[in-house]
Each structure stands twice: as C-alpha cells, then as structure tokens.
C-alpha cells in the first residue's frame, strides 16, 4: 500500500479555514491508528503516516490563528511522536483523532 507523502506549504496551509485544517489533521491522525492497528507502531506505513500528522501539526504550530492554543498543539506532538517511536497504542489515536472532529464542530 503506497500513501502520498504530499507536501503543502504554509502559505496555503493557512489560507485553509481553520475547520479544514483541524479535518485534515485527523483524518491523518485516523490513518495512524489504523496503520498501528493493521501493521503495528513500528511498521513503515505507521510511521509515514505519523509523519504526515507531524507535519500537519507543525503548519498549525506555525499558523498565528493558533497561537493561543499552542501548548495544547505541542502536547498533541508529543503524543503523535510517541506513537511513532511506538509508545502509544492505537487507542490513544483514535481517541484524538474523534476529538479532532468534535473539535472541529465549533469552529
């Protein structure tokens, strides 16, 4: 199974509504949980897709319409880059990755 790993640049990063970000976000974050759920946390696939998640959060971390947030943002890294180096299950991923949609029900 081959996943893009599709760069977007900050510029159009945001210019996106915040909704959609936060959207795009977890649809990456679902890939995760699913990857570690069909080939484990140290699987090529999982990793990739907690890349993309990484980079993805790293846009929002750059994005001055979250900076007010970004303690939360950085702690949700955290947890993203310990499920690539295999320290967190696909529970904890699912789980952000439905409070992501929530999330993005009020903005």
């Not at 199974?1 to 679902?30: C, D, G, R």
Request: charged share 25%; hydrophobic share 45%.
């Amino acid at each position: 199974m081959k996943l893009s790993h599709h760069k977007i640049s900050p510029e159009a990063w945001s210019q996106m509504p915040k909704k959609q970000q936060i959207l795009n976000l977890a649809a990456e974050v679902a890939r995760v949980s699913a990857a570690i759920n069909r080939y484990g946390a140290r699987d090529l696939i999982a990793k990739q897709a907690c890349e993309r998640a990484l980079d993805l959060i790293d846009l929002i971390l750059e994005d001055a319409r979250w900076r007010e947030q970004s303690l939360r943002w950085r702690y949700f890294r955290d947890v993203i880059a310990a499920s690539y180096l295999g320290r967190v299950d696909s529970a904890a991923t699912n789980f952000l990755s439905d409070w992501l949609i929530k999330t993005s029900e009020n903005l």
